[in-house]
């Protein structure tokens, strides 16, 4: 395995480190320096390892075991001073799970790499680009590095252990590099809506309108093609799975799934359905009509999402658990191209995506594989041993929206790897009635909104409690702004986009307050949860006093 060790250094004639695994070569640890670099080298290896000199010896040994690994970045990012970078993020993306960083000490995936200590490979510098000779720091470069990769499809991990224990971060990114960042991220938008909330908030000073005013003329980067495309080479496994499927009072769509996994070319090991119908309208004889399948059916007469998924979690004696909701329809590969996805990549879950019916398409980025920032219930497999460190599901969810949320980013905080794949596909019916409707929740999704001129898609006091949970108090006001301008946006044609904004710009007062009453409601859960059930090693200890079928 060749890779080329980045000596980053000032004095291009020190002494070279020893390097068996291909050719050493010296830049100045600057982004145009590399820049230039890359572009005059033709012959690169299939691996490239950034390392500052000031770091001293590089770690032979990792490298050449990471070299070996699937994957394509590892870094020391967060260990070298780039949590929380950069700050201006807050104001364009502030609830983004990724902007949420795992502890340092945790192999996790994070786009918040330095150049200082990175090994890369090849292909994803040729496809992707490298560091954008336009930014006046190494900091700067390597965040906007981090950040274009991961969005592009790079799979990107912090490796704690290839930091040295006395290494010296670089310094942060300056001001300009900041703006630089958010303009090529995010584009001129959320550039000028950065440049005025900074003020709004007293975070940025009067005379930094010299950094915006530098960056305004900048075009936002354009999106190449993904480092990786959707490919479905599906076959044999020796794995056992365990489908989940939590359903109440949709018994036609709770049928029709089930004839659906009758079909599956793969089989599961157990279909686990927990009926929480209210025992006046529960249908007891549907079990026998699927006679054929591995069915453990949990009867629950309290209905709530959390802890029917607990229960079933619990009950799940399978190597993986498919999560599906009672109102999707499968392919029959589905399972196959869960399986497949997750033989040729190393990782711990497989985040499968749905089209919505009256949706429209996909958006770019859930259209090729890359790093996850959904755990989508009604779609997802999961090896259930990485359930062990980030729990279950936690009941502050029971009756409320973004359950999938909370423990997505508790698998994410742990370090477990989940990745998109789009080659499973579910089609999610959104049926009218039952499951969380039930409970008054999702009653307005961001789609049904947007095409509609009078709904609005409000903040839902559950999903203020994740953003309380795991976020700063700066970063939960901003979102809760931005989500409250977004009623403004609509979708159709150009007269009902305007009509819409009229119409909502008129309601904003009482959008406004009602998003802050909600994002109190959820600051006000924080101190009754979490309540997080861990998982059960003996099936007997099962909670909540189901019945079972």
């Known amino acids: 395995m060749t890779v080329t060790l980045v000596w980053l250094s000032d004095r291009l004639t020190e002494s070279l480190p020893t390097w068996p695994l291909g050719q050493v070569t010296t830049v100045a640890p600057t982004p145009a320096a590399i820049e230039q670099w890359l572009a005059n080298s033709p012959d690169l290896g299939k691996f490239c390892f950034f390392w500052d000199a000031r770091l001293l010896e590089p770690p032979l040994a990792l490298v050449q075991q990471l070299s070996q690994q699937s994957g394509d970045v590892w870094h020391a990012g967060l260990c070298l001073g780039m949590t929380g970078l950069p700050l201006l993020i807050d104001y364009v993306n502030p609830v983004w799970?990724?902007?949420?960083?795992?502890?340092?000490?945790?192999?996790?995936?994070?786009?918040?790499?330095?150049?200082?200590?990175?090994?890369?490979?090849t292909a994803v510098l040729q496809q992707l680009g490298g560091p954008d000779a336009r930014f006046t720091s190494l900091s700067g470069a390597s965040l906007e590095l981090g950040h274009r990769w991961l969005r592009q499809g790079a799979f990107i991990r912090h490796m704690p252990a290839l930091a040295p224990?006395?290494?010296?971060?670089?310094?942060?990114?300056?001001?300009?590099?900041?703006?630089?960042?958010?303009?090529?991220?995010?584009?001129?938008?959320?550039?000028?809506?950065?440049?005025?909330?900074?003020?709004?908030?007293?975070h940025l000073q009067l005379t930094g309108w010299r950094a915006w005013w530098q960056t305004r003329k900048v075009q936002p980067t354009t999106l190449r093609t993904p480092l990786r495309e959707v490919t479905v080479t599906a076959g044999a496994s020796s794995v056992t799975i365990a489908v989940l499927i939590p359903t109440l009072d949709r018994y036609p769509y709770l049928r029709r799934l089930l004839s659906q996994l009758c079909q599956q070319s793969i089989k599961p090991h157990q279909i686990i359905?927990?009926?929480?119908?209210?025992?006046?309208?529960?249908q007891p004889d549907w079990p026998a009509q699927f006679s054929d399948l591995p069915l453990v059916v949990i009867w629950r007469d309290?209905?709530?999402?959390?802890?029917?998924?607990?229960?079933?979690?619990?009950?799940?004696?399978?190597?993986?658990?498919?999560?599906?909701?009672?109102?999707?329809e499968i392919p029959n590969d589905l399972i196959a191209r869960h399986l497949a996805f997750l033989a040729h990549h190393a990782a711990d879950a497989s985040c499968g995506v749905a089209a919505e019916v009256g949706a429209g398409p996909l958006p770019r980025d859930f259209t090729y594989p890359r790093a996850s920032d959904v755990f989508p219930t009604n779609n997802a497999l999961l090896k259930k041993e990485a359930l062990h460190d980030s729990g279950l599901f936690d009941l502050a969810y029971e009756r409320g929206s973004r359950a999938d949320g909370d423990l997505g980013m508790r698998l994410y905080l742990a370090g477990k790897q989940l990745l998109l794949n789009p080659a499973a596909q579910v089609i999610h019916l959104h049926a009218p009635e039952g499951g969380l409707r039930d409970h008054h929740a999702r009653a307005t999704t961001r789609a049904k909104s947007r095409a509609s001129l009078t709904r609005r898609h409000l903040l839902e006091a559950t999903e203020a409690y994740l953003w309380w949970r795991?976020?700063?108090?700066?970063?939960?006001?901003?979102?809760s702004l931005i989500r409250t301008l977004a009623s403004l946006r609509g979708e159709g044609p150009r007269w009902q986009k305007y009509l819409r904004a009229f119409l909502m710009a008129a309601l904003l007062p009482l959008t406004r307050y009602q998003n802050q009453q909600r994002l109190q409601t959820g600051a006000n859960l924080c101190e009754q949860f979490p309540q997080i059930p861990t998982l059960q090693s003996d099936l007997s200890e099962v909670i909540y006093n189901d019945h079972k079928h």
């Open 273 to 282: 359905v927990i009926d929480q119908t209210p025992i006046g309208r529960r």
């Open 97 to 121: 799970q990724f902007n949420c960083d795992p502890a340092p000490q945790v192999e996790a995936t994070s786009w918040r790499l330095s150049l200082q200590s990175c090994l890369v490979r």
């Open 302 to 328: 309290q209905p709530g999402q959390c802890t029917s998924r607990n229960a079933g979690l619990q009950t799940a004696n399978s190597d993986y658990v498919l999560f599906l909701d009672d109102d999707d």
């Open 470 to 479: 795991y976020f700063s108090p700066r970063q939960v006001q901003e979102a």
């Open 165 to 202: 224990a006395t290494a010296e971060p670089l310094p942060p990114p300056s001001l300009q590099d900041e703006f630089l960042f958010v303009v090529l991220g995010y584009g001129r938008f959320w550039h000028n809506w950065a440049f005025y909330r900074a003020l709004a908030t007293g």
